[in-house]
């Protein structure tokens, strides 16, 4: 699994996320998009972390709404 291979790619977990929401795994989904949001800058690629940051924070309300 990619967020194994390399786990400072945020985005890859943001992905993993936006799939585990769409299988029904809001629960799931919610920690992960937590994670990345809380997650500190400059581990991997600053710039790209930041979009993936920006894509959680969006999906984040999505999520929640799945899991009432």
Same mark, same amino acid.
């Given at each position: 699994?990619?967020?194994?291979?390399? $786990? #400072?790619?945020?985005?890859?977990? =943001?992905?993993?996320?936006?799939?585990?929401? #769409?299988?029904?795994?809001?629960? /799931?989904? %919610?920690?992960?998009? /937590?994670? =990345? !949001?809380?997650?500190?800058?400059?581990?991997?690629? !600053? $710039?790209? /972390?930041?979009?993936?940051?920006?894509?959680?924070?969006?999906?984040? $309300?999505? =999520?929640? %709404?799945?899991?009432?």
């Amino acid at each position: 699994m990619l967020t194994q291979t390399n $786990p #400072h790619n945020l985005r890859a977990r =943001v992905y993993l996320a936006d799939t585990l929401a #769409h299988d029904k795994r809001a629960a /799931e989904a %919610k920690r992960l998009l /937590e994670e =990345v !949001a809380a997650a500190p800058i400059g581990k991997y690629d !600053a $710039p790209e /972390e930041r979009r993936a940051k920006a894509l959680a924070t969006a999906l984040l $309300p999505d =999520v929640i %709404k799945l899991m009432n």
